[in-house]
T-cell receptor, first 110, second 113 residues
């Protein structure tokens, strides 16, 4: 079964502190993994995907196939990072649905 | 270019009624997917349309249906509304349905009373 688990519903850190949002997945095969972000009163938008290996807004995520994890990390959190973060997977090659985790609400305190 | 447009933004319906939601994708995008977002279940896939054909369907009852027109605009319909259908319904479009190419709309907030 395809499943994405984000164990933390809420995460609160102080500005300048490192942040890690956890994501574990279950999928038979090789999925594509994504992080989506939703800022307050804005649309859901793609933050990054594992295959592109990019760093977006200082965030990185490494796919660990052994631990079936795709944790999102940032070394120094900023107040503007406060948002809902969703981990998602799909089958390789596109044209497959996205399966989302339930999301983690990150709050970065001043 | 214009983004994904969903109408209406808000909707209040009574149990037992039916409702139709609309989604206009980005120009040139031929794939439209629909998701239901609730506090309890999170984001769940409803269905995907590509070139007027339903290509993928999630685990929702038959009361949930959709269609896509030749201009790629899509509608979803929910019949015999239940209180549990109250949710934010999101539409996403992409060029060919590639999951990494999704652009989401702002959603339609449906409240069933």
């Amino acid at each position: 079964a395809q499943r994405v688990t984000q164990p933390e519903k809420l995460l609160s850190v102080f500005k300048g502190a490192p942040v890690e949002l956890k994501c574990n997945y279950s999928y038979s095969g090789s999925p594509e993994l994504f992080w989506y972000v939703q800022y307050s009163r804005q649309r859901l938008q793609l933050l990054l995907r594992h295959i592109s290996r990019e760093s977006i807004k200082g965030f990185t995520a490494d796919l660990n196939k052994g631990e079936t994890s795709f944790h999102l990390k940032k070394p120094f959190a900023q107040e503007e990072d406060s948002a809902m973060y969703y981990c998602a997977l799909s089958g390789q090659g596109g044209s497959e649905k996205l399966v989302f985790g339930k999301g983690t609400k990150l709050t970065v305190n001043p | 270019k214009a983004g994904v447009t969903q109408t209406p933004r808000y909707l209040i319906k009574t149990r037992g009624q039916q409702v139709t939601l609309s989604c206009s994708p980005i120009s040139g995008h031929r794939s439209v997917s629909w998701y239901q977002q609730t506090p309890g279940q999170g984001l769940q896939f409803l269905f995907e349309y590509f070139s007027e054909t339903q290509r993928n369907k999630g685990n929702f009852p038959g009361r949930f249906s959709g269609r896509q027109f030749s201009n790629s605009r899509s509608e979803m319909n929910v019949s015999t509304l239940e209180l549990g259908d109250s949710a934010l319904y999101l539409c996403a479009s992409s060029t060919r349905g590639e999951s990494y190419g999704y652009t989401f709309g702002s959603g339609t907030r449906l409240t069933v009373v």
